[in-house]
């Protein structure tokens, strides 16, 4: 069974430029989610979603993180504009629909300077 | 103050020693709680899982969960160089969904 994966693994970007990130969850996981870590901190979740729906998205810290999940398969996270504070490792998990324990992907490293 | 808080460490060990891993919380609602093993470059693994309090066993790994106290941890026997990695607690409330809160995670080495 293929895991999680994210792509790309690692970016670096302008600050002010655009930057959209790639998760592609496990086969047949309805639930997706997107975390963040930044530098010296913990892993914060940023979103969920159930299928193609967003369930949960109060982690988003605003208006410039854009999530979406086509069809209810791959989900990307856009940046725009990415700002310095940006910079962290975003994760992206997934499960089944009936399920606790979640499988993460690698991460991608973001960049912003 | 955090939510979870977890020692970072670094934790260095001999090789076979018992290793101990701690988090303490403080919402009380908590009571699914998780352990991940993330290596570096790698997303986060998940070994154990624990509802309410309790103790549950898994090889070489026991994970135990005091509620009175907001207090959990993670038990490595015979710890192996293979271990070396970072350690992160993960918790959650019955009826919040499936959002996880973290602790910072513990950094742990075992010397051969």
């Known amino acids: 069974e293929a895991g999680v994966t994210q792509f790309p693994s690692h970016s670096v970007i302008e600050k002010g430029q655009t930057v959209t990130l790639r998760c592609d969850p496990i086969s047949g996981h309805d639930n997706l989610y997107w975390y963040r870590r930044v530098m010296g901190k913990e892993i914060k979740f940023l979103l969920h979603f159930v299928k193609e729906s967003k369930q949960d998205e109060s982690g988003m810290p605003n208006n410039r993180f854009l999530a979406e999940r086509t069809g209810g398969t791959y989900s990307t996270l856009k940046v725009q504009p990415a700002e310095l504070e940006d910079s962290g490792v975003y994760f992206c998990?997934?499960?089944?629909?009936?399920?606790?324990?979640?499988?993460f992907g690698s991460g991608t490293r973001l960049t912003v300077v | 103050q955090k939510e979870v808080e977890q020692d970072p460490g670094p934790l260095s060990v001999p090789e076979g020693a018992i290793v101990s891993l701690n988090c303490t919380y403080s919402n009380s609602a908590f009571q699914y709680f998780m352990w991940y093993r993330q290596y570096s470059r790698k997303g986060p693994e998940l070994l154990m899982y624990t509802y309410s309090s309790g103790n549950k066993e898994d090889g070489r790994f026991t994970a135990q969960v005091d509620k009175s106290s907001k207090y959990i941890s993670l038990f490595i026997r015979d710890s192996q160089p293979s271990d070396s990695a970072t350690y992160l607690c993960?918790?959650?409330?019955?009826?919040?969904?499936?959002?996880?809160?973290f602790g910072g995670g513990t950094r742990l080495m075992v010397k051969p």
């Open positions: 998990a997934s499960s089944p629909l009936e399920g606790y324990g979640y499988t």
């Open positions: 993960a918790m959650r409330p019955n009826n919040a969904g499936n959002m996880l809160t």
